[in-house]
């Protein structure tokens, strides 16, 4: 009995060595790739310690999930932290696919190598990784209050009561300048390709963070653009138009997810909303605004907490928001030519929030 124990700690041990002898050559390829490997230090996790810190992964303690991955609150030595586990294998079918789609374990590299490059107060810190899995896991710091998501569409709105509009004008202005920084803090822009609500975890005092670096990559020097038209992936009414027909993608595709977030803060509603007006026509969430401004009733379409919370009255009020809206417009246009660059944004947006 003890020796088929031994056996298998052993058998254990040894693949554990080879996973991290096999991901440890690729994360390093990812990181001389991505950053001329400059990055901040990563730290080491052991499996079993993991393990442990998210209660061998229980569902109770899931903050956010998406298609690639599940991000998991934990404590370690007395810390929290934040555990980003990737599936094994894709939750719908590739087989149309398969030559053109990244494996899972890919984008968990990507993610890893984007990640730990990045030092910004509005970009979740990102600690470190494990190895000794197939796939390896994670580390960042501890999410305080959950996704922007939650906020916005989820649990939270109705369990610790919905984002005030100077709330949602400091998260707006906050993850503009992380975008900005992405696309000017680095020899080479980085474009995030995947700006949305789900992506943005809130801290204490509301600050809110990017922290999703998993279709991240970089803009080659003397290039404007990056074309990925064999693995276009995205969240639909996020997907800047050039990037869907063409997969051609640059720093304004970013704005243009940008301009979808901005639109959701402000009404409350999911981009890819559609709902029949009087004409008995289908609209997209921005068509449905215009709508609205058009007919004069522009205050029906803000999310109703924004209209009825104690503050401004509703003519000054208006006034912010149409202005906000306008921007994130502009953010939305078909051409991306006709977009503002991510740092103007940020300026804009600054400058409302301290009239605000």
């Given at each position: 009995?003890?020796?088929?124990?031994?056996?298998?700690?052993?058998?254990?041990?040894?693949?554990?060595?080879?996973?991290?002898?096999?991901?440890?050559?690729?994360?390093?390829?990812?990181?001389?790739?991505?950053?001329?490997?400059?990055?901040?230090?990563?730290?080491?996790f052991?499996a079993?310690?993991?393990?442990?810190?998210?209660d061998?992964?229980?569902?109770?303690?899931?903050?956010?999930?998406?298609?690639?991955?599940?991000?998991?609150?934990?404590?370690?030595?007395?810390?929290?932290?934040?555990?980003?586990?990737?599936?094994?294998?894709?939750?719908?079918?590739?087989?149309?696919?398969?030559?053109?789609?990244?494996?899972?374990?890919?984008?968990?590299?990507?993610?890893?190598?984007?990640?730990?490059?990045?030092?910004?107060?509005?970009?979740?810190?990102?600690?470190?990784?494990?190895?000794?899995?197939?796939?390896?896991?994670?580390?960042?710091?501890?999410?305080?209050?959950?996704?922007l998501?939650?906020?916005?569409?989820?649990?939270?709105?109705?369990?610790?009561?919905?984002?005030?509009?100077?709330?949602?004008?400091k998260?707006?202005?906050?993850?503009?300048?992380?975008?900005?920084?992405?696309?000017?803090?680095?020899?080479?822009?980085?474009?995030?390709?995947?700006?949305k609500?789900?992506?943005?975890?809130?801290?204490?005092?509301?600050?809110?963070?990017?922290?999703?670096?998993?279709?991240?990559?970089?803009?080659?020097?003397?290039?404007?653009?990056?074309?990925?038209?064999?693995?276009?992936?995205?969240?639909?009414?996020?997907?800047?138009?050039?990037?869907?027909?063409?997969?051609?993608?640059?720093?304004?595709?970013?704005?243009?997810?940008f301009?979808a977030?901005?639109?959701?803060?402000?009404?409350?509603?999911?981009?890819?909303?559609?709902s029949?007006?009087?004409?008995?026509?289908?609209?997209r969430?921005?068509?449905?605004?215009k709508?609205y401004?058009?007919?004069?009733?522009?205050?029906?379409?803000?999310?109703p907490?924004?209209?009825?919370?104690?503050?401004?009255?509703w003519?000054?009020?208006?006034?912010?928001?149409?202005?906000?809206?306008?921007?994130?417009?502009?953010c939305?246009?078909?051409?991306?030519?006709?977009?503002?660059?991510?740092?103007?944004?940020?300026?804009?947006?600054?400058?409302?929030?301290?009239?605000?």
């Amino acid at each position: 009995m003890g020796s088929c124990l031994r056996s298998r700690k052993s058998l254990e041990k040894a693949e554990k060595r080879k996973f991290m002898l096999g991901n440890g050559k690729i994360l390093l390829e990812k990181l001389i790739a991505s950053s001329n490997g400059k990055h901040n230090p990563i730290r080491s996790f052991s499996a079993d310690e993991l393990k442990t810190a998210t209660d061998d992964f229980d569902g109770g303690k899931v903050i956010m999930k998406c298609l690639f991955y599940k991000l998991y609150k934990g404590f370690l030595q007395d810390r929290p932290i934040s555990v980003m586990k990737f599936e094994d294998t894709f939750p719908f079918s590739v087989s149309k696919f398969e030559d053109e789609v990244l494996g899972i374990d890919e984008y968990c590299f990507n993610c890893a190598a984007f990640a730990s490059q990045m030092s910004h107060k509005n970009v979740l810190k990102f600690l470190g990784c494990c190895l000794e899995t197939q796939i390896p896991l994670l580390v960042y710091e501890s999410v305080a209050n959950g996704t922007l998501d939650n906020w916005i569409h989820g649990p939270c709105r109705s369990n610790s009561g919905p984002l005030l509009l100077k709330q949602r004008l400091k998260i707006a202005m906050e993850i503009a300048s992380a975008v900005a920084y992405l696309h000017v803090g680095f020899s080479r822009p980085v474009v995030s390709r995947d700006i949305k609500p789900t992506t943005i975890v809130l801290q204490e005092e509301n600050v809110a963070q990017l922290f999703d670096f998993t279709l991240s990559l970089s803009i080659p020097e003397g290039e404007t653009h990056i074309n990925d038209s064999n693995r276009v992936i995205g969240t639909f009414g996020f997907m800047a138009p050039e990037y869907r027909t063409t997969g051609d993608f640059s720093e304004k595709s970013d704005v243009y997810s940008f301009g979808a977030l901005l639109l959701e803060l402000l009404t409350g509603k999911k981009i890819s909303y559609s709902s029949h007006f009087d004409d008995g026509e289908d609209y997209r969430l921005q068509d449905l605004v215009k709508k609205y401004i058009e007919n004069e009733s522009f205050k029906e379409i803000v999310d109703p907490a924004i209209v009825g919370e104690e503050g401004l009255m509703w003519p000054e009020k208006e006034q912010q928001l149409l202005i906000c809206t306008e921007l994130a417009f502009k953010c939305l246009s078909e051409s991306e030519g006709d977009r503002p660059t991510i740092v103007q944004v940020a300026k804009q947006l600054r400058q409302i929030y301290q009239s605000n």
